[in-house]
């Protein structure tokens, strides 16, 4: 193929590729267009054999648009200009439609399609195959070649050029179109080489098809007759005779029968009527059809002079100099009458014009009614898909919600104050003490965080997580935006003493939240503030406890609260607003085991403190890690995700860990809940399309999430 540079369009000859339901599928690429330096170009046949790059030498280009044009095309073949995708190496290629200067430099280097008819032999059974019918499906260039068998040459054949405007085509066959008076009754005869002719790929529906592989043909190297002459018997009379210098007049039409028996003693100007030379078995046939023609006792006579005086320029001329001289009353009626008949022709043809032009329009604007149905139709469908769905959702989700509200208020009542607030005081996560002189010291809080980590049970369930290490760098980073965290519980308290003991060799805390419970202060003056304690808080989300998560996050303190998931389903009644104060821990692929014996455990802290690192103040001048969903979500829960993955950039760059965290791969599902909650059916689907190759197992957290509802 040809060098390009990378900014270039290329023009290629591509094919249309049709499905076997017979519409459109692709363009097929055949060739380059390779301009040279005097502004020509040399079509560059592509060898199927040698197909380079696919990113550089594509099999097909495919535009969606020009797909929609197909049936506006006037052959299967189309010029396009394409460039590789250097975003990634990967995608489809960009196609547009060449320039119009483009398109009329290009417009001289004419396609020729080849028919085979090989099964043909000689010029006699062409000819007659032309009148049946030769078989062929598709459509075709503008100039074809039918190649016929005329020796036993195995490396070339011969071939006659032919118009399709020539041409009749039924679907089916090609045969001759009724003759145009004064056509030529020959055509040329070419030598074609095999290794000339370019085998296109099959289509489902249609036989082998082939293309000549130049836009120059070879010198001819003789003519034939491509109709029966019977065709061209009445203009070869007419032909003599103008030829003879004879005029024809009323008494010479009796003689006419011997004058044309003349004719044939100089056969030589039958051949140069022809324009090809005769074969003597094909001359007596001729010559019979002649005589038939113009027998003088047949009617036929009379209907051929005619006919040949008709056509004759001059002596319409001289009889209508006659006719218009004429002072005779007669004739001047018939001139007024022929006038005034002309008149009401002329106006009738305006009136049918106007009409014609009327229907046209009207058949435009009933096609396009037509096609503004089917699309109004189409979109009523994806309207009444979505409304179902939402339906759908709105049922499940009210159910749920009265469900849960039955439940709290069949309980018995509590009474629950700041006065009474000893009765949430927290207790340490259900493990036994950890002595804290036996904990080993590593140097920072991520490495003690992962190295706790494991010694809880928290491992990599099948090979395809992210990893422990970038596990903890993901939570600490999280930690930078909001100081709660939502964790399936079947993590959290693993989780959360792993955190606490890196961090202050404790473990961590645990409170039980009542339902309806809401005195954040009260909690917090549990724990200490001078120090980041851990505090699982339970039932907050179970129990749709939105009160409780807007007051934790008015407060300013140091503690860093994990929210259990018990009921995943749960998630979704949620209020969207929580999301922009709690981060959804992503826990796929993940699995943990119960660990017995905790004050027997190498366990790990931090020998350094900690801090949060601190997001940049231009957070919102770069919306890329959001931008899937920077459209559906409101601005307020733009920050919790903009400040994570500003703080993985800025970690990464100084981590030498194999493990490196993908900010993408982090708040993927933590914004895919952030949609469910702000966004509609199809921008939901939109956004989980574009998560197809995450690490996480997206559809099976998606069935967790909407329970029983059919999940895409």
Request: negative net charge; glycine residues 4%; contains cysteine.
């Amino acid at each position: 193929m040809a060098w390009y540079s990378n900014d270039e369009w290329r023009p290629s000859l591509c094919m249309v590729q049709y499905k076997d339901n017979g519409d459109p599928d692709n363009f097929y690429r055949l060739a380059d267009y390779e301009e040279q330096d005097d502004g020509s170009f040399i079509l560059s046949w592509i060898d199927e054999e040698n197909r380079g790059d696919r990113f550089e030498d594509p099999w097909t280009l495919y535009s969606h648009a020009l797909i929609d044009k197909v049936d506006l095309l006037d052959s299967d073949f189309i010029i396009l200009d394409w460039l590789p995708n250097f975003s990634d190496g990967k995608s489809k290629p960009r196609v547009r439609d060449l320039s119009f200067s483009m398109q009329q430099r290009l417009k001289k280097y004419e396609l020729f399609e080849v028919v085979d008819c090989r099964d043909v032999r000689g010029q006699a059974e062409l000819r007659a195959k032309m009148q049946d019918g030769i078989p062929f499906a598709g459509k075709s260039t503008a100039r074809i070649l039918f190649v016929y068998s005329s020796n036993d040459d195995k490396r070339s054949a011969e071939a006659v050029l032919l118009r399709s405007s020539d041409l009749k085509y039924d679907g089916r066959l090609f045969s001759l179109k009724s003759r145009t008076p004064g056509s030529s009754p020959s055509v040329d005869i070419y030598q074609l080489d095999y290794d000339d002719i370019y085998s296109l790929p099959l289509q489902p529906t249609q036989d082998d098809r082939y293309l000549y592989m130049s836009s120059t043909l070879p010198n001819p190297v003789g003519k034939m007759s491509i109709r029966s002459f019977e065709d061209y018997a009445a203009d070869y009379v007419k032909w003599f005779y103008d030829r003879a210098g004879e005029g024809l007049t009323r008494v010479q039409r009796r003689e006419i029968s011997s004058f044309v028996e003349g004719a044939f003693k100089v056969p030589e100007r039958l051949e140069d009527f022809i324009g090809a030379t005769l074969p003597r078995e094909e001359l007596a046939d001729i010559v019979d059809s002649v005589q038939r023609i113009v027998h003088p006792e047949s009617d036929t006579m009379s209907k051929l002079v005619a006919s040949v005086l008709e056509n004759d320029e001059t002596f319409r001329n001289e009889c209508r100099q006659k006719l218009l001289s004429g002072n005779d009353p007669e004739m001047m009626s018939l001139r007024a009458e022929t006038t005034r008949l002309s008149k009401e022709r002329d106006d009738a043809q305006s009136s049918l014009n106007v009409l014609l032009h009327e229907r046209d329009v009207t058949r435009l604007k009933i096609d396009e009614c037509k096609k503004a149905k089917s699309s109004a139709e189409a979109e009523l469908h994806n309207i009444e898909e979505q409304k179902d769905q939402l339906l759908q959702r709105l049922n499940d989700d009210v159910a749920l919600r009265l469900g849960l509200q039955a439940v709290v208020s069949n309980k018995a009542p509590q009474s629950i104050t700041v006065d009474n607030s000893t009765a949430l005081m927290p207790s340490a996560c259900a493990y036994a003490a950890i002595d804290g002189p036996s904990l080993v010291v590593k140097n920072t809080v991520s490495e003690a965080f992962a190295a706790n980590l494991k010694q809880l049970g928290y491992k990599d369930a099948n090979g395809q997580s992210i990893g422990i290490k970038a596990f903890a760098s993901g939570v600490l980073s999280s930690l930078s935006a909001t100081n709660m965290l939502a964790i399936d519980s079947s993590f959290a308290v693993a989780v959360a003493n792993a955190l606490s003991v890196a961090l202050n060799g404790q473990a961590a805390m645990h409170v039980s939240i009542p339902e309806a419970y809401s005195d954040a202060e009260a909690i917090a003056r549990q724990c200490e503030s001078n120090t980041y304690h851990v505090l699982v808080l339970d039932n907050v989300l179970d129990t749709l406890n939105e009160g409780m998560i807007f007051a934790l996050s008015r407060l300013s303190t140091q503690i860093i609260f994990i929210l259990p998931i018990g009921a995943r389903g749960n998630l979704r009644l949620l209020a969207p607003e929580a999301w922009e104060h709690v981060f959804y821990v992503p826990t796929e692929n993940f699995a943990c085991i119960p660990v017995r014996g905790l004050e027997k455990l190498k366990m790990y802290k931090s020998s350094a403190g900690w801090e949060p690192v601190k997001p940049s103040k231009a957070l919102y001048d770069d919306l890329s890690a959001i931008e899937s969903v920077s459209q559906i979500v409101p601005i307020a829960s733009w920050y919790i995700p903009l400040a994570i993955a500003d703080v993985i950039e800025k970690t990464s760059e100084t981590d030498d860990s194999s493990e490196l965290l993908s900010a993408d791969e982090w708040l993927c599902l933590h914004l895919l809940l952030v949609a469910y909650g702000s966004g509609d059916q199809k921008s939901i689907d939109d956004f989980r399309d574009s998560m197809s190759d995450s690490r996480w197992n997206v559809d099976s957290f998606m069935r967790r999430l909407v329970g029983n509802r059919n999940v895409r």
